[in-house]
T-cell receptor
Protein backbone atom coordinates (compact mmCIF):
# COMPACT_ATOMS: atom_id res chain seq x y z
CA UNK A 1 0.00 0.00 0.00
CA UNK A 2 1.33 3.42 -0.93
CA UNK A 3 1.98 5.81 1.93
CA UNK A 4 0.00 8.57 0.26
CA UNK A 5 -2.79 7.71 -2.15
CA UNK A 6 -4.75 9.89 -4.52
CA UNK A 7 -7.18 9.31 -7.35
CA UNK A 8 -5.10 10.21 -10.42
CA UNK A 9 -8.14 11.45 -12.34
CA UNK A 10 -8.38 13.21 -14.68
CA UNK A 11 -11.24 15.26 -13.36
CA UNK A 12 -12.82 17.21 -16.23
CA UNK A 13 -15.15 19.91 -14.92
CA UNK A 14 -16.85 22.94 -16.48
CA UNK A 15 -15.86 26.45 -15.50
CA UNK A 16 -17.63 27.54 -12.35
CA UNK A 17 -18.02 24.03 -10.98
CA UNK A 18 -17.04 22.91 -7.52
CA UNK A 19 -14.63 19.99 -7.38
CA UNK A 20 -13.18 18.04 -4.46
CA UNK A 21 -10.14 15.81 -4.19
CA UNK A 22 -9.32 13.39 -1.42
CA UNK A 23 -6.05 11.92 -0.31
CA UNK A 24 -5.41 9.17 2.21
CA UNK A 25 -2.24 8.49 4.14
CA UNK A 26 -1.20 5.33 5.93
CA UNK A 27 1.30 6.47 8.56
CA UNK A 28 -0.35 7.69 11.74
CA UNK A 29 2.92 9.43 12.72
CA UNK A 30 2.40 11.95 9.94
CA UNK A 31 3.10 15.42 11.26
CA UNK A 32 2.00 17.96 8.70
CA UNK A 33 0.08 18.09 5.47
CA UNK A 34 0.05 20.15 2.31
CA UNK A 35 -1.43 20.53 -1.13
CA UNK A 36 1.00 21.39 -3.91
CA UNK A 37 0.08 22.39 -7.45
CA UNK A 38 2.11 21.27 -10.45
CA UNK A 39 1.58 22.67 -13.92
CA UNK A 40 2.59 20.61 -16.93
CA UNK A 41 6.39 20.32 -17.18
CA UNK A 42 6.88 22.68 -14.24
CA UNK A 43 8.04 22.19 -10.67
CA UNK A 44 5.55 21.70 -7.82
CA UNK A 45 4.58 24.80 -5.85
CA UNK A 46 2.87 25.08 -2.50
CA UNK A 47 -0.86 25.72 -2.80
CA UNK A 48 -1.70 25.57 0.88
CA UNK A 49 -0.87 23.91 4.14
CA UNK A 50 -3.61 21.84 5.78
CA UNK A 51 -4.44 22.49 9.40
CA UNK A 52 -6.38 20.29 11.81
CA UNK A 53 -9.17 22.84 12.12
CA UNK A 54 -9.46 23.18 8.35
CA UNK A 55 -8.45 26.27 6.45
CA UNK A 56 -9.58 28.36 3.54
CA UNK A 57 -7.73 30.50 1.03
CA UNK A 58 -10.07 32.25 -1.36
CA UNK A 59 -11.80 29.59 -3.47
CA UNK A 60 -9.75 26.80 -1.93
CA UNK A 61 -10.64 24.91 1.25
CA UNK A 62 -8.48 22.21 2.81
CA UNK A 63 -9.50 19.83 5.55
CA UNK A 64 -7.75 17.18 7.59
CA UNK A 65 -9.33 14.18 9.26
CA UNK A 66 -6.70 12.57 11.46
CA UNK A 67 -9.00 9.82 12.72
CA UNK A 68 -9.68 8.58 9.21
CA UNK A 69 -6.28 9.67 7.90
CA UNK A 70 -7.43 11.65 4.93
CA UNK A 71 -7.03 15.15 3.56
CA UNK A 72 -9.32 16.94 1.19
CA UNK A 73 -9.14 19.91 -1.13
CA UNK A 74 -12.24 21.72 -2.35
CA UNK A 75 -12.11 24.18 -5.22
CA UNK A 76 -15.13 26.41 -5.70
CA UNK A 77 -16.01 28.37 -8.84
CA UNK A 78 -13.35 26.61 -10.92
CA UNK A 79 -11.34 28.73 -13.35
CA UNK A 80 -9.58 27.63 -16.53
CA UNK A 81 -6.35 28.57 -14.79
CA UNK A 82 -6.99 25.95 -12.09
CA UNK A 83 -6.16 23.23 -14.63
CA UNK A 84 -3.13 21.46 -13.18
CA UNK A 85 -2.09 18.44 -11.16
CA UNK A 86 -2.75 18.67 -7.42
CA UNK A 87 -0.29 16.81 -5.24
CA UNK A 88 -1.09 15.71 -1.72
CA UNK A 89 2.01 15.89 0.50
CA UNK A 90 2.55 14.41 3.94
CA UNK A 91 5.49 15.04 6.24
CA UNK A 92 6.21 11.76 8.00
CA UNK A 93 8.52 10.99 10.88
CA UNK A 94 10.84 8.04 10.39
CA UNK A 95 13.17 7.09 13.24
CA UNK A 96 13.78 10.66 14.28
CA UNK A 97 14.09 12.07 10.78
CA UNK A 98 11.37 13.53 8.62
CA UNK A 99 10.60 13.44 4.94
CA UNK A 100 7.95 14.76 2.63
CA UNK A 101 6.05 12.04 0.79
CA UNK A 102 4.07 12.96 -2.30
CA UNK A 103 0.99 11.32 -3.71
CA UNK A 104 0.70 10.52 -7.40
CA UNK A 105 -1.29 13.69 -7.97
CA UNK A 106 -4.80 14.32 -9.23
CA UNK A 107 -5.15 15.90 -12.65
CA UNK A 108 -7.77 18.59 -13.02
CA UNK A 109 -8.91 20.01 -16.31
CA UNK A 110 -11.36 22.90 -16.23
CA UNK A 111 -13.29 23.21 -19.47
CA UNK A 112 -14.66 26.38 -21.02
CA UNK B 1 19.44 33.97 -7.63
CA UNK B 2 16.55 34.00 -5.25
CA UNK B 3 15.25 30.51 -5.96
CA UNK B 4 16.54 26.95 -6.10
CA UNK B 5 18.79 26.50 -9.10
CA UNK B 6 19.39 23.17 -10.83
CA UNK B 7 21.86 22.37 -13.58
CA UNK B 8 21.84 21.08 -16.19
CA UNK B 9 18.20 21.57 -17.12
CA UNK B 10 18.51 18.76 -19.65
CA UNK B 11 20.99 15.93 -19.86
CA UNK B 12 21.11 13.24 -22.53
CA UNK B 13 23.57 10.45 -21.95
CA UNK B 14 24.29 6.92 -23.08
CA UNK B 15 23.67 3.81 -21.07
CA UNK B 16 26.61 3.06 -18.79
CA UNK B 17 27.84 6.64 -18.48
CA UNK B 18 28.31 8.65 -15.29
CA UNK B 19 26.12 11.70 -14.61
CA UNK B 20 26.20 14.52 -12.06
CA UNK B 21 23.23 16.77 -11.34
CA UNK B 22 23.73 19.92 -9.31
CA UNK B 23 21.41 21.78 -6.96
CA UNK B 24 22.00 25.22 -5.47
CA UNK B 25 19.39 25.80 -2.74
CA UNK B 26 18.00 29.06 -1.44
CA UNK B 27 20.59 30.77 0.71
CA UNK B 28 20.15 29.93 4.39
CA UNK B 29 17.99 26.85 3.82
CA UNK B 30 19.40 24.04 5.93
CA UNK B 31 17.26 21.24 4.54
CA UNK B 32 17.73 19.93 1.01
CA UNK B 33 15.78 17.15 -0.73
CA UNK B 34 16.21 15.22 -3.95
CA UNK B 35 13.22 13.68 -5.71
CA UNK B 36 12.76 11.77 -8.95
CA UNK B 37 9.60 12.18 -10.99
CA UNK B 38 8.49 10.03 -13.89
CA UNK B 39 5.69 10.94 -16.27
CA UNK B 40 2.28 10.66 -14.64
CA UNK B 41 3.73 10.04 -11.19
CA UNK B 42 4.28 12.18 -8.15
CA UNK B 43 7.79 13.08 -6.97
CA UNK B 44 9.50 10.05 -5.43
CA UNK B 45 11.72 10.77 -2.40
CA UNK B 46 15.41 9.96 -2.86
CA UNK B 47 17.46 11.64 -0.11
CA UNK B 48 17.24 14.40 2.49
CA UNK B 49 20.13 16.48 3.83
CA UNK B 50 20.08 18.48 7.04
CA UNK B 51 23.17 20.64 6.77
CA UNK B 52 26.07 18.60 5.41
CA UNK B 53 24.82 15.20 6.48
CA UNK B 54 22.39 12.88 4.76
CA UNK B 55 19.64 12.55 7.37
CA UNK B 56 17.73 10.01 5.31
CA UNK B 57 18.93 8.28 2.13
CA UNK B 58 16.39 5.49 2.21
CA UNK B 59 14.90 6.52 -1.13
CA UNK B 60 18.05 6.00 -3.20
CA UNK B 61 17.13 3.04 -5.43
CA UNK B 62 20.53 1.30 -5.40
CA UNK B 63 24.23 1.88 -4.90
CA UNK B 64 24.62 3.49 -8.32
CA UNK B 65 23.04 6.60 -6.81
CA UNK B 66 24.92 8.83 -4.41
CA UNK B 67 24.54 12.43 -3.25
CA UNK B 68 26.77 14.86 -1.39
CA UNK B 69 26.45 18.26 0.20
CA UNK B 70 29.97 18.93 1.48
CA UNK B 71 29.56 22.51 2.69
CA UNK B 72 25.91 22.43 3.63
CA UNK B 73 24.81 24.41 0.59
CA UNK B 74 25.22 23.08 -2.97
CA UNK B 75 24.39 19.41 -3.46
CA UNK B 76 25.34 17.02 -6.24
CA UNK B 77 23.41 13.88 -7.16
CA UNK B 78 25.69 11.35 -8.79
CA UNK B 79 24.52 8.41 -10.89
CA UNK B 80 27.00 5.77 -11.99
CA UNK B 81 26.57 3.29 -14.86
CA UNK B 82 23.30 4.91 -15.94
CA UNK B 83 20.47 2.71 -17.15
CA UNK B 84 17.51 3.55 -19.38
CA UNK B 85 15.24 3.22 -16.35
CA UNK B 86 17.03 6.15 -14.72
CA UNK B 87 15.43 8.49 -17.26
CA UNK B 88 13.24 10.92 -15.33
CA UNK B 89 13.00 14.47 -14.04
CA UNK B 90 15.23 14.94 -11.00
CA UNK B 91 13.88 17.62 -8.70
CA UNK B 92 15.72 19.35 -5.88
CA UNK B 93 13.94 21.24 -3.12
CA UNK B 94 15.09 23.21 -0.12
CA UNK B 95 13.42 24.26 3.09
CA UNK B 96 14.36 26.77 5.74
CA UNK B 97 14.48 24.05 8.33
CA UNK B 98 14.00 20.32 8.49
CA UNK B 99 10.84 18.41 9.19
CA UNK B 100 8.71 18.18 12.29
CA UNK B 101 5.50 19.75 13.38
CA UNK B 102 5.01 23.12 11.77
CA UNK B 103 7.47 22.17 9.08
CA UNK B 104 8.30 24.72 6.43
CA UNK B 105 7.42 24.97 2.78
CA UNK B 106 9.45 23.12 0.17
CA UNK B 107 10.81 25.29 -2.62
CA UNK B 108 11.60 23.37 -5.79
CA UNK B 109 14.02 24.01 -8.57
CA UNK B 110 12.91 23.60 -12.17
CA UNK B 111 14.47 20.17 -12.32
CA UNK B 112 17.04 18.34 -14.39
CA UNK B 113 15.55 16.13 -17.08
CA UNK B 114 17.75 13.09 -17.58
CA UNK B 115 17.43 10.92 -20.68
CA UNK B 116 19.48 7.75 -20.90
CA UNK B 117 19.67 6.33 -24.42
Amino acid sequence: RKEVEQDPGPFNVPEGATVAFNCTYSNSASQSFFWYRQDCRKEPKLLMSVYSSGNEDGRFTAQLNRASQYISLLIRDSKLSDSATYLCVVNIQYSGTYKYIFGTGTRLKVLA
Amino acid sequence: GAGVSQTPSNKVTEKGKYVELRCDPISGHTALYWYRQSLGQGPEFLIYFQGTGAADDSGLPNDRFFAVRPEGSVSTLKIQRTERGDSAMYLCASSLRGGGAGTGELFFGEGSRLTVL
